[in-house]
Nanobody, 126 residues
Framework: VQLQASGGGLVQAGGSLRLSCAAS????????MGWFRQAPGKEREFVAA????????GYADSVKGRFTISRDNAEKTVYLQLSSLRPEDTAVYYC????????????????????WGQGTQVTVSS
């Protein structure tokens, strides 16, 4: 499984960005997908996750109501819409895939994800 994340950039506080993560895998629809982020000097943290069919979604409290995760199984892509961005959202954002989940499951534990993208930088200026 290869994951290619894109869409990061520099944005002012209050702005928006849309991150994309394209997967090269035959069975994308059977992967639980997640987004994580890591700010300088901090540990990697969970941001959002989405179940196989996209019907269940989970978010970190810090982004709930501002970020939206979605997926297009036909395009083998997962998205993260970032809105109302804050300087504290500045981080490298990583997409990840878990092939051991079950239908309807969302996963926030990064130890359960087997595959990781290369990361895309999001910088929010005040």
């Amino acid at each position: 499984v290869q994951l290619q994340a894109s869409g990061g950039g520099l944005v002012q506080a209050g702005g928006s960005l849309r991150l994309s993560c394209a997967a090269s895998v035959p069975t994308f629809s059977a992967l639980v997908m997640g987004w994580f982020r890591q700010a300088p000097g901090k540990e990697r943290e969970f941001v959002a996750a989405i179940s196989w069919g996209g019907y269940r979604k989970g978010y970190a409290d810090s982004v709930k109501g501002r970020f939206t995760i979605s997926r297009d199984n036909a395009e083998k892509t997962v998205y993260l819409q970032l809105s109302s961005l804050r300087p504290e959202d500045t981080a490298v954002y990583y997409c990840a895939a878990c092939d051991s989940g079950v239908s309807g499951e969302v996963i926030s534990d990064d130890r359960r994800y087997q595959y990781w993208g290369q990361g895309t930088q999001v910088t929010v200026s005040s």
